[in-house]
């Protein structure tokens, strides 16, 4: 058993350990709600932790986890204008805030 990431974002933990877990590598997430013991114990050793069951998944699990951080870290792309209303949208979002309107296929 070996510890992969760790972080204080307990959802980013968590994504994390399901995306190594649909791989197949068995993981899980220890201190997941040890949060509300900060202040009697140092903040970094509550933060929720991702360990994977088999040592040799190790390596694989660590560089799938980098490439991941990686990739959530890109840089939006330009906004994108609603065909329905012409509202300007961030990159992020798939819908429309002010007509509901889906993004349109590039």
């Known amino acids: 058993m070996r510890r992969v990431y760790t972080a204080q974002n307990g959802l980013l933990v968590s994504h994390l ?31 929720p932790e991702l360990w994977v ?9 660590r560089i799938l986890v980098e490439e991941s951080l990686r990739a959530d870290a890109r840089p939006a792309g330009p906004p994108w204008t609603c065909p329905t209303c012409g509202e300007s949208i ?17």
């Open 17 to 47: 350990r399901n995306l190594l877990g649909e791989i197949g590598i068995t993981c899980f997430v220890k201190n997941e709600y040890l949060g509300g013991a900060a202040g009697e114990l140092p903040l970094v050793e509550v933060w």
């Open 53 to 61: 069951a088999d040592d040799a998944d190790y390596r694989r699990a």
């Open 90 to 106: 961030e990159d992020q979002f798939t819908d429309c805030w002010h007509c509901g309107t889906h993004r349109p296929e590039c």
